[in-house]
């Protein structure tokens, strides 16, 4: 956007200086228009069903004119974020997967602003895991990494938590964070990914979650520790547990 447009939008605004703090707002303005088409698709129902919307229906709940309407369905049309079914009579949409994880991306960032502080907490169940979690933790690469950016070596194991359904959704905020990287590696002809650790604490002892590149879970983490959780805090299989992830 040049300088004279700027101008014109902000008047007030110093040329130069004030440019930086009016580049938030316009980026923000620039993804919006996406969102807000896709809230209120969704809020008639478009993510279950296909929805029968006109474009001067979608216009009116836009507050844009009919054409400006059209152009917004291309638009989303173009983005995969929605499907069209070109009926007898009426347009019908409905949302894609990738227009639905563009709402959760939102969500989650709304959560972050109103509902959580520089801490979240997940509550689970202590699970038995698929036994990988030995094999990859032992790697030297990774050992080192830990080390280095977590501040402890960890215990060559993982303890897995199944997480209760009602905080599932706060995974997704914790992936939608950056975490710490540790960089895969090549070790005997054998490549290992990238895994992303998030630092916690479980009853005051320092820990964290780490989500490998290739995780096989949905509902599951991964935890590690310097010390042996089960032996230290006396856990077990179906043991409850609660994890304190700092952002």
Do not use: W
């Not at 069903?49 to 001067?56: C, F, G, L, P, T």
């Not at 983005?79 to 563009?102: C, F, H, M, N, S």
């Amino acid at each position: 956007m040049k300088p004279s447009v700027l101008r014109d939008l902000f008047p007030s605004c110093h040329p130069v200086s004030d440019m930086f703090l009016l580049r938030p707002i316009i980026l923000l303005s620039m993804g919006n228009k996406y969102s807000f088409a896709l809230r209120k698709l969704a809020l008639l129902g478009a993510i279950d069903d296909y929805v029968a919307i006109s474009s001067r229906e979608l216009g009116t709940a836009l507050e844009m004119s009919q054409q400006s309407a059209s152009k917004r369905i291309l638009e989303l049309l173009d983005e995969k974020y929605i499907v069209r079914d070109l009926g007898a009579r009426r347009q019908r949409i409905k949302i894609t997967p990738k227009g639905v994880e563009e709402l959760k991306k939102e969500y989650n960032e709304y959560r972050r602003i109103f509902e959580l502080s520089d801490q979240v907490t997940i509550r689970g169940v202590v699970a038995s895991g698929m036994g990988e979690g030995h094999y990859y933790i032992c790697q030297e690469g990774y050992m080192k990494q830990f080390e280095s950016i977590l501040g402890f070596r960890p215990f060559e194991g993982t303890l897995n938590m199944v997480v209760d359904p009602e905080d599932a959704g706060k995974l997704d905020v914790i992936r939608s964070t950056d975490g710490n990287l540790i960089s895969g590696f090549t070790c005997d002809g054998r490549s290992f990914g990238d895994v992303i650790a998030y630092k916690a604490k479980i009853r005051n002892i320092d820990c964290a979650i780490v989500v490998p590149e290739r995780s096989h879970y949905v509902d599951t983490i991964e935890i590690i520790c310097q010390f042996h959780l089960r032996r230290t805090l006396g856990l077990n299989d179906g043991s409850k547990i609660e994890v304190k992830v700092d952002f």
